[in-house]
């Protein structure tokens, strides 16, 4: 069978058919008088093989091994599917996501999409000085990058670039979305996805739209240092539900003093100083308390306004 046919019952184009007997994937068993390539029956299935093949994705030279190396076992031919597949996938469930976020950012003009698309590939930069650049450059504000910043700050180990992120966060215009965005990091398993996340809510500042009340959720964090940024954040706001972690920050000597200076503050709020006062002479007279923490406890009393020290002692 000539090339002509084959191209016509094959599907293939002679241009294509040609490529495949320079790389040896499919070369014609025969040739004719004339030099003509000749093909033969098993030469036609190889070609169907080789099409079969190309429709799963392989490359031309991921076939050739397929088809020439007898060590290349089925099961291998499929991991490599696997792999490619779930690579392609990956790529396009990350574009996917791009474009989503470009559409969330409601884009009046060009300009917003091609800010938006820069804070994106920036922030996905292996280089840590490179995401720090971003996020204090031009592409780093402005409307559609709350929610981006705070996948971000959820994401960010390098402690420079997740401060720059947290203050980009707390300059953006919409701080709702911001809390909503971190509420998720909240409820994340990895303790520190949540620390991340809680450093970011306290820095939204007090008005951030529902950004107490998740503050105060998390007071019952298993993680100390997720439910010590939240108490220290809440007593300055003057939040009493704040006064058992604080004591037991003083108790742990975990960041005791600002822990004491919050306590103190609060107490000055006639509605948690008998609470403050008993609660810190409850725990220096526990037979458990080491003498360093009884220390801590005492400095803690110290601080507080004289009429409670004096409630305290049984003035």
């Known amino acids: 069978m000539l090339i002509g046919e084959v191209a016509r019952r094959s599907g293939v184009s002679t241009r294509m058919l040609r490529h495949y007997d320079t790389l040896g994937l499919v070369r014609p068993t025969g040739r004719t008088v004339g030099g003509y390539r000749e093909y033969s029956p098993d030469d036609v299935r190889r070609i169907f093989h080789v099409q079969s093949l190309r429709s799963l994705g392989l490359s031309l030279q991921q076939i050739g091994r397929a088809l020439e190396d007898p060590a290349f076992t089925p099961s291998a031919l499929v991991g490599d599917l696997i792999r490619w597949t779930e690579?392609?996938?990956?790529?396009?469930?990350?574009?996917?996501?791009r474009l989503r976020a470009?559409?969330?950012?409601?884009?009046?003009?060009?300009?917003?999409?091609?800010?938006?698309?820069?804070?994106?590939?920036?922030?996905?930069?292996?280089s840590a000085a490179r995401r720090q650049q971003t996020v204090l450059g031009p592409a780093g504000g402005g409307d559609g990058a709350t929610e981006l910043l705070a996948e971000a700050v959820l994401a960010e180990s390098d402690p420079h670039v997740a401060g720059a992120l947290r203050w980009a966060l707390a300059r953006s215009h919409d701080h709702g979305a911001a809390v909503a965005a971190l509420a998720a990091g909240l409820d994340a398993?990895?303790?520190?996805?949540?620390?991340?996340?809680?450093?970011?809510?306290?820095?939204?500042?007090?008005?951030?739209?529902?950004?107490?009340?998740?503050?105060?959720?998390?007071?019952?964090?298993?993680?100390?240092?997720?439910?010590?940024?939240?108490?220290?954040?809440?007593?300055?706001?003057?939040?009493?539900?704040?006064?058992?972690?604080?004591?037991?920050?003083?108790?742990?000597?975990?960041?005791?003093?600002?822990?004491?200076?919050?306590?103190?503050?609060?107490?000055?709020?006639?509605?948690?100083?008998?609470?403050?006062?008993?609660a810190l002479t409850a725990e220096l007279a526990a037979p458990t308390a080491r003498s360093a923490t009884r220390i801590r406890l005492v400095q803690a009393l110290v601080e507080l306004p004289g009429t409670v020290c004096g409630r305290s002692s049984g003035a």
Request: aromatic share 0%; proline share 4%.
């Open 189 to 278: 398993d990895d303790a520190a996805v949540r620390r991340r996340a809680v450093r970011a809510v306290v820095e939204l500042g007090a008005d951030a739209p529902g950004a107490s009340a998740l503050l105060t959720d998390v007071l019952g964090d298993a993680d100390p240092t997720v439910r010590g940024h939240a108490a220290l954040a809440l007593g300055r706001r003057g939040a009493g539900d704040a006064v058992p972690v604080l004591v037991a920050m003083v108790v742990a000597g975990d960041h005791d003093v600002e822990a004491a200076e919050v306590l103190a503050s609060l107490s000055r709020d006639h509605g948690c100083a008998d609470r403050i006062s008993t």
């Open 102 to 126: 470009i559409d969330a950012s409601g884009p009046g003009d060009w300009q917003d999409v091609l800010r938006v698309v820069a804070l994106m590939q920036g922030l996905g930069s292996p």
């Open 87 to 97: 690579d392609r996938l990956e790529r396009e469930r990350e574009l996917l996501d």
